[in-house]
């Protein structure tokens, strides 16, 4: 799956090639959040090929305002 890490998730959606990701309810301010997906979550149409996934609190991260 694809997760907000402390908020729950609308059904993520692609687009022409963009992942949207909406929380369904609103961030904290000044609140750390990352974002976390499984290595099987997202799959390319054209090659198949899987993405890599985020494990970590690191890679995609921010703090609300």
Known sequence: PIV???KPLSEPTIAANVLTINPTASMAA???HWINIDATAIRTKLSGALFAGISNATDWNWTTA
Request: charged content about 15%; hydrophobic content about 50%; aromatic content about 0%.
């Open 30 to 32: 000044a609140t750390g």
């Open 4 to 6: 907000l890490a402390r």
